[in-house]
């Protein structure tokens, strides 16, 4: 085997030991599990225990891969969660903000329907003559419409 080949297995072995897979990086766990996985042939040779110690440190990674994922995918859905609420909050205040509570009186006027004072000689001389009053019989006397030729009216068909 390569001599530099072995110096980045043992660095790789160092740098994934259990105490320091903690504080590495999704990518870098990535990285090293998949160097330790193509380096089985590497740890064969070795003897049995560097292979027992190899295999272990392979599940070591993917359990922190797994575990860096899964908590990854929990930020992300709670993140969600969390802008969901808040859009259906915001969507429920504007809501809210677009209703008018009461309707609103204008300043300096009154609820009451505003009322015309007429004097009354005006009320007089604005309404129609009633019954009572003679009327000009020339003027007010109802005339017919204008007569058109009609076709005679259909018989009903059988």
Same mark, same amino acid.
């Given at each position: 085997?390569?001599? *530099? #080949?072995?110096? %980045?297995?043992?660095?790789?072995? *160092?740098?994934? $030991?259990p105490g320091k897979? *903690?504080?590495?990086?999704?990518?870098?766990?990535?990285?090293?599990? =998949?160097?330790?996985?193509?380096?089985?042939?590497?740890? %064969? &040779?070795?003897?049995?225990? /560097?292979? =027992? $110690?190899?295999?272990?440190?392979? +599940?070591?990674?993917?359990?922190?891969? &797994?575990?860096?994922?899964?908590?990854?995918? $929990?930020?992300?859905?709670?993140?969600?969660?969390?802008? @969901?609420?808040?859009?259906?909050?915001?969507? #429920?205040?504007?809501?809210?903000? =677009?209703?008018?509570?009461? @309707?609103?009186?204008?300043?300096?006027?009154?609820?009451?329907?505003? @009322?015309?004072?007429?004097?009354?000689?005006?009320? !007089? +001389? !604005? /309404?129609?003559? /009633?019954?009572? +009053?003679?009327? =000009?019989?020339?003027? *007010?006397?109802?005339?017919?419409?204008?007569?058109?030729?009609?076709?005679?009216? #259909?018989?009903? !068909?059988?």
């Amino acid at each position: 085997m390569a001599p *530099d #080949l072995i110096a %980045k297995y043992r660095q790789v072995m *160092d740098a994934t $030991q259990p105490g320091k897979v *903690d504080s590495l990086s999704l990518s870098q766990i990535k990285k090293y599990y =998949d160097f330790l996985c193509s380096q089985v042939a590497l740890a %064969k &040779n070795s003897g049995p225990n /560097t292979l =027992d $110690q190899h295999l272990r440190r392979i +599940e070591e990674l993917r359990y922190a891969m &797994n575990s860096k994922r899964h908590h990854l995918t $929990q930020t992300l859905a709670s993140v969600g969660i969390g802008l @969901t609420v808040v859009s259906i909050l915001v969507g #429920l205040a504007r809501c809210h903000a =677009d209703m008018p509570l009461a @309707t609103p009186t204008q300043p300096g006027t009154s609820a009451a329907p505003p @009322t015309t004072l007429e004097s009354p000689t005006e009320a !007089t +001389e !604005t /309404t129609q003559p /009633t019954a009572t +009053e003679p009327t =000009d019989s020339a003027t *007010d006397t109802p005339t017919e419409p204008p007569q058109t030729e009609e076709s005679p009216p #259909l018989s009903p !068909t059988p």
